[in-house]
């Protein structure tokens, strides 16, 4: 009997779980698409499908094939300067966010490993060593030089400010470039780059603490925001770096975060689905986070996660949530 109810459990939670997606999940992320370009035109969705993760081959959650990349959506509020760097409208402004820049040089990579046509190599060339040129030479910071307000917590971020996550992202993009080039100079860049891992946010860092364990915030926002898939991208660009260079801090702070990775991820639970961050935690009272369109990058970098080292955690969730 009790395993009859067990399965009769399993196929409701399945046919609920059916219902969740086909009419809210599948029309939410179809919005994004075509109303938050700046963050869906780079992303592959398709989370059903496992992909093997390697250090300096393709990124995850990017696409592979640039067919039909930077038309329509890319197009609307994204443009590109005589150096072919991608800036972006915002209420009047032009700015470069160095997330948006490194996920194009990275989408840019991506093409060259699945083409081998190197015109894609010497154009994220060109974004590694604009990278090179914008790094802040005191703190090692790729600066979002603009004023934030998160709605998450309810707090605005004063600009300039750092993200744990643009970090990250530039680290992977200057690893590789650098795994392609050897020019020293990418590699210095990468590794200058950690020193706001060193810092709390409350010091100009990216670093917030989660009951004594560090996570990096793709926000330094008070409250911290605790934003899942930003902190599994800084993790990313981590284990890459010390892959790349065996530099001992990136190892450290890698296996400090994958630790606490492994222990809150079941807070990031929410049933069919995952949270997009613990503001409801950290800036309570608040209905949890759900971001339907984040949930299949969340998927693809649980993966990449536990390719580079396995976790009965990882894939408990991975299995749940797919």
């Known amino acids: 009997m009790k395993k009859i109810i067990k399965q009769i459990l399993i196929i409701l939670r399945l046919f609920f779980r059916g219902l969740y997606r086909l009419f809210y999940a599948i029309p939410y992320r179809t ?10 035109v780079v992303n592959d969705l398709k989370f059903r499908r496992s992909e093997t993760y390697s250090p300096l081959k393709y990124y995850p959650t990017l696409k592979r094939n640039n067919k039909g990349f930077l038309k329509h959506t890319y197009k609307k509020i994204i443009s590109f300067d005589s150096e072919h760097i991608p800036y972006v409208h915002f209420k009047g402004e032009n700015r470069y966010l160095p997330i948006t820049i490194a996920q194009h040089g990275l989408c840019l990579y ?9 015109s894609f190599l010497f154009q994220a060339i060109k974004i ?28 605005m971020i004063s600009g300039p400010f750092p993200s744990a996550m643009g970090q990250s992202e530039c680290i992977s993009l200057l690893c590789r470039i650098y795994y ?16 706001p891992f060193f810092k709390k946010t409350s010091e100009g860092g990216v670093v917030a603490f989660f009951d004594n364990m560090p996570f990096y ?8 925001s605790y934003i899942l898939n930003g902190f599994i991208f800084s993790l990313i660009g981590l284990y890459e770096l010390y892959f790349t260079s065996e530099n001992n801090h990136s190892n450290i702070l890698f296996t ?3 630790d606490t990775l492994i222990k809150i991820l079941p807070l990031y639970d929410y049933g069919f689905t995952s949270l997009y961050c613990l503001n409801h935690y950290s800036a309570s009272p ?3 986070s759900i971001n339907e ?21 990882l894939e408990f969730y991975i299995n749940k949530w797919r």
């Open 217 to 224: 915030e793709e926000f330094p926002t008070k409250p911290p």
């Open 286 to 288: 608040r209905r949890p």
């Open 110 to 118: 991506n093409f060259y490993i699945n083409t081998r046509d190197k």
């Open 128 to 155: 590694a060593e604009w990278m090179v040129k914008n790094q802040n030479p005191k703190s090692g910071i790729w600066e979002n030089n603009f004023d934030f307000y998160s709605d998450h917590v309810s707090t």
């Open 256 to 258: 400090n975060g994958y």
């Open 31 to 40: 919005y994004m698409r075509f109303f938050c370009p700046t963050i869906s």
């Open 293 to 313: 369109y984040y949930h299949p990058i969340h998927l693809k970098l649980l993966q990449a996660m536990n390719n580079i080292k396995r976790s009965s955690v």
């Open 180 to 195: 392609e080039t050897k020019d020293t100079r990418f590699l210095n860049a990468a590794e200058y780059a950690l020193l």
